[in-house]
Every structure is written in structure tokens, then in C-alpha cells.
């Protein structure tokens, strides 16, 4: 086997990381492997084989941020040249221009950097000022010197090849670890006991977290909301709970490992998503295949999961009254044999860890 890098932000974090660190369970015995990051987030009690930090802590100040930034591309180079990696996966925006520009003193090293998101949309999102946007697209101008750029939905490579034209795109799910036993949820199944409501994502804007508990509130006491997941929001939604008196409805779970999530999944259970966009959902994908039925926000990149509305409802406002229907019509059966993902399962080779390992590889 070539010897090979995945490169990104932090050992440990979200989606993205995720699916480097699934595929380092897979590579983690060999000697040619290593897991680069920039910054360390790990503790002694977790430990990751074949994991380098280029800086070992992250620092607080903005300016002095852009020092370490500047070290970390000098002890990467230093690792390149010590371990002359044949092929270099990288994700995220900081990895990913690493990558490409230290690539260009390694010739023979072949370069691949994955888009986790949907980019256009995130821009939009995230940037107030056309000079915001501009910083923001000017690396994808570069990623033409990549050897391939992975992306994780038909939108997401719709809206980088906006950016860049000249770009070498292949389309590459994510890896999921799911429901083993494959249980199904028949339509003769008892979906009015689905009361159970459950968010797994980052507690930030763009994820609208907020918006799940406006509709817990609006939702009678039957139901429970269960929330997987960290982030700068979390103050402000405990608040929230404390302010409508929520806490008998509302469960704040943390970061939740996935055995957790799918054992709630398959509890009598209905996923929620509001992300405003996606370049892959993790959590989207392991509700499919756990059988559990999906109320999403039609966001570029869960369109594409939930194929335009084939495993799951679809709403295109932030209305309460529009989700509340929705589930009530979950609850009342009035969804088609898809809808409640039993058939979903015949596909889900395309998410296997050893299947999708092989596209990245190849």
C-alpha cells in the first residue's frame, strides 16, 4: 500500500472529522498511514494512532493564530518531506490550501482535497460584505491545482464548479455506521407513538437549532425533543428551555456517541432537520438507515440525500405550524411506503465504510 496522509483540522470535532477518523479504524494498523492535523483537541484517556498535531495547542488570540498558522505549514513540510507521502487526502478550508500549495514541492504526491459543505450556500450565509465573500471564495480558485476535489452531493459540485470550472469533481458519499439489525418500521406500524423528536448537529446559525425548540414549545407535552450536540448556541438555548419552562420536554445530550444516536433513532423516534444546507448529513443518512422518518428543511444537500422527498417530508419555510403538520402526518400514517425509509436499506452499500475507503484511495 502507498504511503498516505489525511489531513485535517482537529482529531476530533464534526462531520468531517468524523469520516477521517472512521477511516483511520480502518488503516490505523499500518505503518504507512498518518493523521495530520493542524491543532490537538485529544486528551490523555483519547489517543488516536498515527496522529500528528502540527501545533499541539490552539490558541485564544487572532493575531497570534495566524503565527501558528504560518509554523504549522513549516512542521507539515517538514513531515512531508520525512514521510514522501504518495497520495495526501486533506478537508476543510485550512488543510485543504496546505495541501495543495505544499503539494507543489512534491511532484510525484498525489493531491486530494474533499469540500465538506455546500459552498455558494455557506458563503451567502456566512459572509455580510462582498469582501467577506470574495476572501471566502478565493480559495476554491486554487483547488484546480488538485489532482481531484471530492464532494459529497450533486448540489455541492453543482455550486463548486460555479466557483471553478476547472475542476476534476468526483462525487463520494460519506461513511456511515449504522443500525446493524435493519430493523423496519412497516406502515402497519404504530407511528402514532412517534413522539419522540431528536437534533443532532452543531449548535450554530446555520444549523438552526433555535428553530427546533420554537417547535418543541408549539408542540404538545406528549412530545420530547432530544438534542445531540454542542456549540456556541447552547447558552443561549438553555435559556430558551428556561424561559418557556421546556426542561420536561427538552433533553441537552451533548456530543452523543453514534451507538446513542441510533438507539434513540429506533426508539419510537422522528429526525429533525433545519440545517440551511449540507454538503453531506451524517445524522441524515444513519436516520435512513435506522428506519427512522425524516422531517427536513429542503436545504441544498438534503435534497439530494432525501431525493427530493422520496425517504422523507420536505418543508421550505421556518414555519411551525408547516413541521407540525408534518409530523402529525407521520403520526396519522399519511406518508408512502418510502417515506418511512423501509426500502432505504437496499442501498446502503453505498455508504459502507470499506466501499466508499476505496473511492477515496483509488
Request: net charge positive; hydrophobic share 40%.
Amino acid at each position: 500500500m502507498k504511503n498516505i496522509i489525511l489531513f485535517t483540522y482537529l482529531p476530533s470535532g464534526g462531520g468531517a472529522e468524523y469520516v477521517f477518523r472512521e477511516f483511520l479504524k480502518k488503516l490505523s494498523n499500518k505503518k504507512n498511514i498518518l493523521f495530520v492535523t493542524i491543532f490537538d483537541n485529544t486528551s490523555d484517556q483519547y489517543i488516536i494512532k498515527n496522529h500528528i498535531a502540527l501545533i499541539k495547542k490552539k490558541p485564544k488570540n487572532k493575531f497570534i493564530k495566524i503565527f501558528y498558522y504560518v509554523k504549522s505549514i513549516f512542521n507539515y513540510l517538514k513531515i512531508l518531506r520525512k514521510f514522501q507521502p504518495d497520495l495526501v487526502i486533506s478537508t476543510l478550508t485550512l488543510p485543504n490550501i496546505i495541501n495543495i500549495f505544499t503539494g507543489l514541492f512534491f511532484l510525484k504526491t498525489k493531491i486530494k482535497v474533499r469540500e465538506a459543505s455546500s459552498p455558494i450556500s455557506f458563503i451567502n450565509l456566512s459572509c455580510n460584505s462582498n469582501l467577506k465573500r470574495f476572501l471566502k471564495t478565493l480559495p476554491y480558485k486554487f483547488f484546480s491545482l488538485s489532482d481531484e476535489v471530492i464532494v459529497l452531493s450533486k448540489s455541492a459540485r453543482n455550486q463548486i464548479l460555479k466557483l471553478n470550472n476547472n475542476l476534476n469533481t468526483k462525487i463520494i458519499f460519506n461513511p456511515i455506521v449504522a443500525n446493524k439489525k435493519n430493523e423496519k418500521i412497516e406502515l402497519n406500524k404504530n407511528l402514532k407513538d412517534f413522539t419522540n423528536l431528536i437534533f443532532v448537529g452543531r449548535f450554530v446559525e446555520s444549523k438552526k437549532p433555535m428553530f427546533a425548540l420554537n417547535i418543541i414549545k408549539d408542540l404538545s407535552k406528549e412530545y420530547k425533543l432530544s438534542l445531540c450536540g454542542d456549540g456556541p448556541l447552547l447558552s443561549e438555548m438553555k435559556s430558551y428551555v428556561e424561559k418557556f419552562d421546556l426542561s420536561q420536554k427538552v433533553d441537552f445530550l451533548g456530543y452523543t456517541s453514534n451507538e446513542k444516536i441510533n438507539s434513540i433513532m429506533r426508539n419510537k423516534c422522528i429526525y429533525l432537520s433545519t440545517s440551511l444546507y449540507e454538503g453531506m448529513s451524517n445524522a441524515l443518512i444513519s436516520a435512513m438507515c435506522n428506519n427512522c422518518p425524516i422531517v427536513a428543511f429542503s436545504a441544498p444537500g438534503v435534497r439530494d440525500q432525501l431525493e427530493e422527498g422520496k425517504w422523507g417530508l420536505l418543508f421550505d419555510q421556518f414555519d411551525t405550524k408547516v413541521v407540525i403538520n408534518l409530523i402529525k402526518k407521520i403520526r396519522s400514517s399519511q406518508i408512502t411506503h418510502n417515506q418511512t425509509n423501509t426500502k432505504f436499506c437496499v442501498s446502503r452499500d453505498s455508504y459502507n465504510i470499506d466501499n466508499i475507503l476505496n473511492l477515496y484511495l483509488s
